[in-house]
């Protein structure tokens, strides 16, 4: 990483508590600024401490390359030194028990950026875990993750914006996600539980331009939506059961438009039925 440099201004840490306004963490190419108040009964469940943390932070593609060395293969590794700086802000309130993110802000320009906030709950605790976030995010250029990927020339990433929410309660999972590409929009909303392996998902997709993704196909602008329930995910099993319904309003294809399809399915006791029409 090279020449490290760490100052603390106005430190104090005793038996209760650990106040830093004012810290930093430098090295020629990366910088790390934060100030935080914590109490230390904050990161033990039920004790009701308190802790205010706020990190600005930027990482050069050379520190990231030491960093993650051990972790990506080589080809990876090779292409880091042309990554834009990664930079991260980070704000949040609370302790273990609940945690308030005011604000977690990713960028990678000129790839994107991404915010999240809201709250974590039961965060040392994987089975207990709670989460109630709103996400956004925002792709631009993208051929350098198109690179690392190793995609087939065949699949593109567009600019788009994505939005939503997600919650996590009890391992129940539930989510609202949208995209908008141009003229184009797509939305799923579903659910998840765990426990039971039962799911719900809704998609809504509205004019949205395929060929920008898989611009060597003769696919174009799709309307559609779909309908998709059941348990358990192992559809060969005599447990399992899932109803599915899918109407396609409007798609481009070549020169033809293929409008008005109507397809339902459903599968159970390891059999399944497909009606198309």
């Known amino acids: 990483i090279g020449k490290t440099r760490l100052s603390a201004k106005n430190f104090l840490v005793d038996d209760t508590h650990l106040v830093a306004p004012d810290l930093r963490l430098a090295t020629p190419h990366s910088h790390i600024d934060g100030k935080v108040n914590l109490d230390w009964a904050a990161l033990t469940p039920r004790e009701r401490g308190h802790m205010d943390v706020d990190v600005d932070a930027s990482l050069g593609c050379h520190d990231l390359m030491t960093l993650a060395a051990d972790y990506l293969t080589p080809e990876l590794l090779k292409l880091i030194p042309q990554a834009p700086p990664v930079t991260l802000d980070v704000k949040a309130r609370g302790n273990v028990d609940c945690v308030e993110v005011e604000e977690c802000r990713l960028a990678v320009m000129p790839l994107g950026e991404a915010t999240v906030n809201g709250t974590l709950t039961n ?111 192992d559809l060969l099993s005599r447990r399992a059961r899932a109803n599915a319904e899918v109407e396609v309003d409007h798609l481009r294809s070549g020169r033809n438009n293929i409008d008005n399809v109507r397809l339902n399915a459903h599968a159970r006791n390891g059999e399944a039925l497909l009606n198309l029409y």
């Not at 995609?151 to 996600?177: C, E, K, N, W």
């Not at 426990?195 to 003769?218: C, G, I, K, M, Q």
């Open 123 to 233: 965060v040392l605790t994987l089975d207990s875990l709670g989460a109630d976030l709103k996400l956004n995010a925002q792709t631009r250029n993208l051929n350098p993750v198109h690179l690392m990927l190793g995609l087939s020339p065949t699949i593109q990433f567009p600019d788009m914006d994505l939005s939503g929410d997600v919650h996590l309660h009890d391992q129940r999972y539930a989510g609202d996600l949208r995209l908008q590409q141009g003229s184009g929009s797509a939305r799923v909303r579903g659910s998840y539980d765990a426990r039971t392996e039962a799911y719900r998902a809704n998609l809504d997709v509205r004019n949205l331009n395929l060929h920008r993704f898989l611009p060597r196909d003769s696919v174009y602008n799709l309307t559609c939506r779909a309908r998709l329930s059941g348990v358990g995910t």
